[in-house]
């Protein structure tokens, strides 16, 4: 089934200029940008997006960590998005991901691990409208 899913790829991979590096993978995946721009996030963008996060002790960390320089939003497309993207992103902590995976691949560490991915079809397409209008969209 072809669907989308919403990407970031995060301020410690565009402080490294690897960019074209996360995106080389995700091609390789078989997933389609067919959405992207790069944006700085405000600190109220950052706040509504991980609002679901507000209570976890990370969560004034997580925000300023994705304020701190731009990120590349983007949409994905292919079988599966959603699901496939999570297996190329690879575990939330780098420590756990395995070989191959974008997070084991550049990551850092668990706060600054390079990539979002939506964790279900329901949030894609609400994290989607945060930042692209349907006609910025080409598939
Ligand atoms: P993401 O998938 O963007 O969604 C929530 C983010 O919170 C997650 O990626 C991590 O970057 C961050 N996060 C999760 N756990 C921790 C943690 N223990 N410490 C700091 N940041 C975390």
Redesign the pocket.
């Known amino acids: 089934m072809t669907e989308r899913t919403f990407s970031i790829i995060k301020p410690d991979a565009t402080e490294r200029n690897l960019t074209g590096a996360v995106n080389a993978v995700i091609e390789a995946a078989g997933l389609r940008i067919v959405a992207q721009r790069r944006i700085h996030l405000s600190k109220a963008q950052a706040e509504k997006f991980?609002e679901i996060?507000k209570e976890r002790p990370?969560f004034g960390?997580?925000v300023d960590f994705m304020t701190r320089s731009p990120v590349v939003v983007q949409v994905l497309e292919g079988d599966n998005a959603v699901a496939r993207y999570r297996e190329v992103m690879g575990a939330?902590n780098p420590a756990n991901a395995d070989e191959g995976t974008i997070r084991k691949l550049f990551a850092p560490s668990?706060?600054e691990?390079t990539v979002?991915?939506s964790d279900s079809a329901e949030n894609a397409a609400m994290e989607i409208v945060q930042f692209f209008t349907d006609d910025q969209i080409v598939g």
């Open positions: 991980y996060h990370f960390e997580l939330t668990v706060g691990n979002h991915g």
